[in-house]
């Protein structure tokens, strides 16, 4: 009997796992996203990454796509490149979109190392927004601790504001509550979101600098669907 409640006890525990790993999923790729006013946030945005396949920057510049920045995946982890970063840099820089960089951050890594990653590849790129650090569960290993997290975090971008750079910080809910809020309070929030207002303590709309609502979106020049973002007017850092 005993064997038969162990198995059981394992069987309802992978049926949870499985069951939040779907809910992540659906919540990364399928989620329809929310509706932000574009009365109050006139300025929409994209970010993106090889996934995205390859971007004509000169319909994404254009008029129709509406599009008035772009965040460009540059690096994951201590040595990964995105395979579309090049191409993508230099070209949303010549078309005159409002560009910046992100790196997606690996718990599993030392974060001055992920630093020194980061800051190689965006060097004298011509971006002229800040660059930004994706601090989420999703594509991350297992069994680190928040205060392991946070501590290699804070070696990255310790290592970035040397150089510089105070980096945005884009998480969604869960990571804000878990990693961001109390240790990272001193930099910019980039949250991902699909409730409106997009963070749960923050009702005034004046911690967040953008606002990821959708990962659906059908923007002209891009093959595939792509996240959406908007600028916070509550929020001055990204405005002029």
């Known amino acids: ?49 090889h996934h995205n396949g390859e971007v004509d920057f000169s319909r994404v510049a254009s008029e129709e796509a509406d ?34 960089a992100y790196h997606f951050f690996r718990y599993d890594t030392d974060g001055e190392l992920q630093a020194l990653n980061f800051l190689h590849a965006i060097q004298g790129r011509g971006f002229t927004l800040p660059p930004a650090i994706d601090v989420e569960d999703w594509g991350n290993p297992d069994g680190h601790t928040t205060a392991l ?43 991902s979101s699909f409730s409106d ?14 606002w990821q609502y959708s990962h659906r979106g059908d923007i002209p020049g891009i093959p595939s669907s792509t996240d959406l973002n908007v600028l916070n007017p509550a929020n001055p850092l990204l405005n002029s």
């Open 149 to 191: 997290i946070v501590e290699r975090l804070r070696r990255m971008t310790d290592c970035l504001a040397a150089k510089g750079y105070s980096p945005l910080i884009y998480t969604n809910l869960d990571g804000y509550h878990r990693l961001i809020k109390g240790n990272f309070d001193d930099l910019p929030l980039w949250i």
């Open 197 to 210: 207002p997009p963070l749960d303590v923050d009702p005034d709309n004046i911690r967040w600098s953008i």
């Open 67 to 100: 599009v008035a920045f772009a965040y460009i995946k540059a690096t994951e982890g201590t040595d990964f490149i995105d395979p579309a970063f090049i191409r993508n840099a230099r070209l949303s820089v010549a078309s005159g979109i409002p560009s910046g």
């Open 1 to 49: 009997m005993v064997r038969v409640g162990i198995k059981i006890a394992i069987l309802a525990i992978s049926v949870l796992l499985l069951a939040e790993l779907g809910m992540m999923a659906y919540d990364r790729w399928f989620a329809e996203g929310a509706v932000p006013d574009r009365g109050v946030y006139p300025l929409r945005g994209i970010d993106i990454s």
